[in-house]
Structures are given as C-alpha cells and as structure tokens.
C-alpha cells in the first residue's frame, strides 16, 4: 500500500508562488509515474502535471505550462509541484497520486488533497 501526504497548499495572492510537496511512504518507485491532479468546487478532476521517477520525464497540461514545474527527490521519497503566476481559476483542492505501471493511466494511489487559493 503505498500512502501519498500532499502539504504546502495555501492562500497565495493572484500572480503568486507556491510549492506543493507530496512525501510517498514507499521508497522504491522505479516503474511509477507521480501525478498532481486538481478538482475545483463544481468541476472534475483534471490533470496538472506527471514525471516518471526512473527518467525524468515530465508531463504537462497545456494550461499549466511554462508556469508549473514536477520535480522529484528520489532521497526523499517525495514529489514537488512549483507553481508560478497562479491564477485565481486555478483556485482548487490539489491532489498527488501514483500510478504503479508508469502509463499515466493507472493511477491506484491517491493522497488526501492540499487547498489551494488564488485570490483576486
């Protein structure tokens, strides 16, 4: 079982910074691919940004790009959303989840989420 604990959400004025973090209780992860993910109130889940742990690769939707950046700390166990420039739309609960085969398309582990705000 793997367990996924999201911190660094906050209240952040519009055009801000924050970093999210996402510490995983297990330290071996060279199949997986780390996911953040965010559901706004009335809206579905959508995806933000991945990165496979073994390569490196990192993954983007086209909304968040040139602003967010995924990075992981393999010493750590643990994965980092930096957001810039935030936008008050982006106002949302944040999660972190983990998906074992790597895919992007299975992703089994979900942490408790992170709010948060960008304010006007």
């Known amino acids: 079982q793997v367990q996924l604990i999201e911190s660094g959400g906050g209240l952040v004025q519009a055009g801000g910074s924050l970093r999210l973090s996402c510490a995983a209780s297990?330290?071996?992860?060279?199949?997986?691919?780390m996911g953040w993910f965010r559901q706004a109130p009335g809206k579905e889940r959508e995806f933000v940004a991945a990165?496979?742990?073994?390569?490196?690769?990192?993954y983007y939707a086209d909304s968040v790009k040139g602003r967010f950046t995924i990075s992981r700390d393999n010493a750590k166990n643990t994965v980092y959303l930096q957001m810039n420039s935030l936008k008050p739309e982006e106002t949302a609960v944040y999660y972190c989840?983990?998906?074992?085969?790597?895919?992007?398309?299975?992703?089994?582990?979900w942490g408790q989420g992170t709010q948060v705000t960008a304010s006007t």
């Open positions: 989840a983990a998906d074992p085969s790597g895919s992007g398309q299975n992703y089994q582990y």
């Open positions: 297990v330290r071996t992860f060279s199949t997986y691919r």
């Open positions: 990165i496979r742990w073994s390569f490196g690769n990192t």
